[in-house]
Every structure is written in C-alpha cells, then in structure tokens.
C-alpha cells in the first residue's frame, strides 16, 4: 500500500486543534473526510508530525496516510483540495518509503509567533496584539536564557511522571518585523502548550515584569508563573519540520 507524505497549512482558528476528536472539528478530522472523499478509499489512517491545540495554525504541517491506490501527487492533491474547505489546503505530496512516519521521522520542528504592535483590523486571528511597549532587548536576554537543554515542566501540563519534560531547544529568536515582533523557536520536539508559555514569558520579560535573570529560576523550579502568562493560540504557526 502506498504511503504518501502531505505537507498542509491551515488556519487554526475554527477547529479544536490538529488531533481527530469526538463531536468536535479538528484539522484532521477534515483532512480524513476528504481524503475518503476524494479518493474513495474506504479506511484512512494518517498520523501528523505533531499535534497544535485549538486556534493554532500551521504553515507547513506534515502528515503521512497509506492509501489503497496508486495516484500522482499532483493529482492527489487536487482532489484533496477539491474537498477542503478553504482554510485548509495541501501545498505538497510525495510517495515515500513505508519506513517514513511524519512523527518519529522529525528531526526538529520550527514554531513563529506573530505579536502585534498595534490594533489591526485585518489579522486579529493570526497575532497576538501587545499594547505594552516591549524591549526587545530584554526579550532575546530571556531568549537566549532559555536556548539549549533543559526542564521545561514549569511551561507544560504535561506529567513529568509520565513524560520526560526535558528539551533541546537550539534556537530561539525575537526580530522586529514592523509592525509584528515575530518570535521564532527550533526544538527537537515540544511538549504540550510550552511554546505558547515561552511566549508569555518573554513577553513578560519585554513589558519589564521579570528579568532576563528569572529564566533560570523558572527552569530550575516547578512554578505556576508561565501557565498565568500563556499567549493566546492566534498568534503560533507551526512553521516547518525537518526530516
């Protein structure tokens, strides 16, 4: 059976997140649908290089599925598309080898996180709109605090009796894309929500209400602090995965 890899973007902001779920519509979810719908396969599996939460977008979302039939990928696609709606669309597809896995496969995963400056009209679902001035100075201090391994369990609610929270972020950058500061993470994997809280704290580094210096607090010791500070989901972007 052939196994196809898709790459997909999509915006986030009308599904309950990446993952099929009951009474509720995913990313997934619509992906599945048309895919049976366009193929006329009966069975579809597809497994994603990563889950997103609930508003959260993704420019190049990776997946794989197995299907009963020989197409060309360009063909593929369109009936795909065909059956999307229009905030999701399949930019890619390519056979490949049935030991290729969208997750296991991925060797780093890169997120951008969109902050406005300013009130804006046109992209409310896609930043997060800061009034406060940020220093972005103060903001790659605590950036660059953060980079490299570490216990990141102060900025997840996932177990870490359960699932080690450890994680090798090797980069983490803050530019001025005027009138957005977009932040940009690389990590090995992410755990659940963390991005969005190392976000908030960076933010919260830029408005003056911590220092730099408290990254290493934060990282040394459980605290409740970054789920407080968590960025809203509209801003985040899965941007890209490497394999």
Known sequence: MPRYKLTVEYAGTRYSGWQIQQNAKTVQGELVRAIKEGTGAKHV???????????????????HADLPLNLPPATLIMRINDALPADINVLDAERVSPRFHARHS????????????????????FVWWVREPLDLARMQAAADALTGFGDFRSFTDDDPEEKSTQVLLT???ITDESPLIVVRVTGSHFLWKMVRRLVGVIVEVGRGGLSPHDMTRLLR???????????????LFLEHVDY
């Open 221 to 235: 010791s459980d605290s409740e602090l970054p789920a407080k500070l968590t960025a809203p989901a509209s801003g």
């Open 45 to 63: 599996e597809t497994y994603g290089s990563g889950r997103t939460d609930a508003g959260v977008h993704a420019l190049g979302q990776v997946m």
């Open 171 to 173: 980069s983490l950058t």
């Open 106 to 125: 991925a060797v780093a995963r890169h997120y951008r996180y969109q902050i406005s400056t300013r009130r804006t009209a046109f992209e409310k679902p």
